[in-house]
């Protein structure tokens, strides 16, 4: 794919496979809103960590949040940090393994991390990221104070980012595609199951319409 718009700063400068790389805000927002983990890369005192969280965004930001004791949240704190969103789409298979690849829809952002401290932002960032997996943050019972207070949330500008897209069969060598070995790709196809209810629910509470609109039941 190609892409108008220049990147914001050389550290997203895309340097290989760049025919697939795109900065355009739009596509990169697609691939975020499709997306359900993120993997938060920091520099500790004990060395890089990356961890998978839970994530929301909005047209310039995203959030992310974990246990006030989280060590990596805590080593974010006011730090550059590296977040990343992957969608695996198929596995490809060329005529020889060198050429295997994958087909996938990924973004990276880069940026200095900022500790959310006001509270209305904090619920509203809270609310993001609980409705960016499944929109049901009103059918549940409401973050009590003491919730919140445990929670810790930064919050990343999509200022710098860069996103990643391949598609389609191998890249063979030419003197390959006359040989006897297959090449194509197979397709990863995901889906959810029936809701199931919780083992100690009590009887007679029904799964609320915002998970059986979106996962059936």
């Not at 718009?5 to 997203?12: C, G, L, N």
């Not at 990169?28 to 965004?57: F, K, N, Q, W």
């Not at 959310?116 to 009590?144: F, K, Q, T, Y």
Request: glycine share 8%.
């Amino acid at each position: 794919m190609s892409s108008e718009h220049e990147p914001a700063t050389d550290r997203v400068q895309l340097r290989r496979g760049v025919h697939r790389g795109s900065h355009d805000p739009a596509v990169i927002r697609e691939i975020l809103a499709a997306g359900l983990a993120a993997h938060v890369g920091v520099s500790t005192e004990d060395g890089p960590l990356v961890l998978p969280m839970a994530y929301g965004i909005t047209e310039d930001t995203i959030y992310v949040h974990g246990a006030a004791a989280n060590a990596l949240l805590r080593s974010a704190r006011s730090q550059e940090v590296c977040i990343t969103v992957t969608l695996l789409d198929a596995l490809v298979f060329a005529r020889t393994p060198f050429h295997n690849s994958m087909n996938y829809r990924c973004v990276v952002v880069r940026g200095s991390a900022r500790v959310v401290d006001e509270p209305d932002e904090r619920v509203m960032a809270l609310r993001l990221i609980s409705d960016h997996v499944v929109d049901n943050w009103s059918a549940g019972r409401p973050p009590s104070d003491i919730d919140i207070r445990k929670t810790l949330i930064i919050a990343v500008p999509l200022t710098e980012a860069s996103a990643k897209i391949r598609n389609g069969g191998p890249v063979d060598e030419p003197d390959d595609l006359e040989g006897e070995h297959w090449g194509g790709y197979v397709p990863l196809i995901t889906s959810w199951g029936t809701p199931i209810d919780s083992g100690d629910l009590r009887p007679g509470i029904a799964p609320p319409l915002t998970i059986t609109a979106a996962f059936g039941g």
